[in-house]
Each structure stands twice: as C-alpha cells, then as structure tokens.
C-alpha cells in the first residue's frame, strides 16, 4: 500500500474505490460534474491546509470537472493519465487504469506556478515551436509525455505549459533530445 499525504480528488466513487484498493490517503470525490457549491467551498477551505491533487478521467468531462475546480483553487495539483491507458471494455477512466499508471502519475503531478518567473509563452511560440498547426501533434504528444501533461487541445497544451512556467528554450532541448 503506497501512502501518499496530499489529498486526491477523483470524479466518482468507483475511482476512490479503486485507488483505496493500493492508495492510504485522503481521496475525495467530486460526484462527476455535479459537484455542488458546499462541495467546492469545502475544497476550498481544505486546500488551506493540505495539498490537493485533481486526477479526473482523461476525457472531456474530466477535463471540464478539473478546470472547474482548478479556476477556484489555482494551487491544485494535477495528475494526468494517458488516455490509451484508461480504457477497459469500452470505458475510458481512472479506475480502468493500471496500477502503475495512477501512480505514475500522481508521482508526476504537476505543481503550478502561481508567480512566473519567465515571460509566459505565447501561440506565436508554439508556433515556432511545431507545437501547434500542421505536422504538430507528433511534437506536442513528445512534450506532454516528456512533461506528464496529458493529452490536450492546442489551447489546454499552452495552458499547461504555462502553469509549470517552462521557456521555449526547454521545450527546444526536450523536442532536439531523441
């Protein structure tokens, strides 16, 4: 059983299962995308006092779900699962993951950068970058391995980068590096 003092927040109660099964920690869930006023004040006030981590499906309500509660709580973490690795007998989830890739990626979850440190990257340089446009997606999947971002839209992919405040020199060195 692998202890972990941050607290989870997962979707459903068949993930907080599921991660009970191999996780000690405090895991709550947000009751899918019907997470209600009491339930976010609660985070809220929580996230004063212990470090929380958002792991949602990879799909586009747990995508919806953690930019909710990112936009009310800037200083979650996020965990992110691959996609192709959450899907089992047609359900994509966190609790069809393996075991290996939930802790992977709770061991890589991604700590936002509330006061930048470097000018934050622009379309214009993901451009530049052969991170958005034609011929990209090869580039961007190399990054958000490399970085644990998940998969993401254009737009999400500069968000995320820019949450964790990387220079366009860095995402050079990653996408030269084979």
């Given at each position: 059983?692998?202890?972990?003092?941050?607290?989870?927040?997962?979707?459903?109660?068949?993930?907080?299962?599921?991660?009970?099964?191999?996780?000690?920690?405090?895991?709550?869930?947000?009751?899918?995308?019907?997470?209600?006023?009491?339930?976010?004040?609660?985070?809220?006030?929580?996230?004063?006092?212990?470090?929380?981590?958002?792991?949602?499906?990879?799909?586009?309500?747990?995508?919806?779900?953690?930019?909710?509660?990112?936009?009310q709580?800037?200083?979650?973490?996020h965990?992110?699962?691959?996609?192709?690795?959450?899907?089992?007998?047609?359900?994509?989830?966190?609790?069809?993951?393996?075991?290996?890739?939930?802790?992977?990626?709770?061991?890589?979850?991604?700590?936002?950068?509330?006061?930048?440190?470097?000018?934050?990257?622009?379309?214009?340089?993901?451009?530049?970058?052969?991170?958005?446009?034609?011929?990209?997606?090869?580039?961007?999947?190399?990054?958000?391995?490399?970085?644990?971002?998940?998969?993401?839209?254009?737009?999400?992919?500069?968000?995320r980068?820019?949450?964790?405040?990387?220079?366009?020199?860095?995402?050079?060195?990653?996408?030269?590096?084979?």
């Amino acid at each position: 059983m692998i202890q972990i003092q941050d607290v989870i927040i997962v979707e459903g109660l068949s993930d907080k299962n599921y991660l009970s099964t191999f996780i000690q920690a405090d895991i709550l869930t947000c009751n899918g995308s019907a997470m209600d006023r009491f339930s976010m004040d609660y985070l809220k006030e929580l996230s004063k006092h212990r470090n929380l981590i958002i792991l949602t499906d990879p799909d586009y309500p747990g995508e919806k779900i953690r930019n909710t509660i990112a936009q009310q709580i800037p200083n979650c973490k996020h965990a992110f699962i691959d996609k192709k690795r959450a899907i089992k007998k047609n359900k994509v989830g966190v609790a069809e993951c393996d075991k290996e890739e939930i802790l992977h990626a709770l061991k890589h979850a991604l700590t936002p950068t509330l006061n930048p440190i470097h000018p934050l990257l622009t379309p214009k340089d993901l451009f530049d970058l052969h991170l958005l446009g034609p011929e990209s997606k090869l580039n961007r999947e190399k990054i958000s391995l490399y970085f644990h971002l998940g998969y993401c839209n254009g737009k999400t992919f500069l968000k995320r980068l820019n949450l964790l405040n990387l220079t366009k020199k860095e995402i050079e060195v990653v996408l030269n590096h084979d």
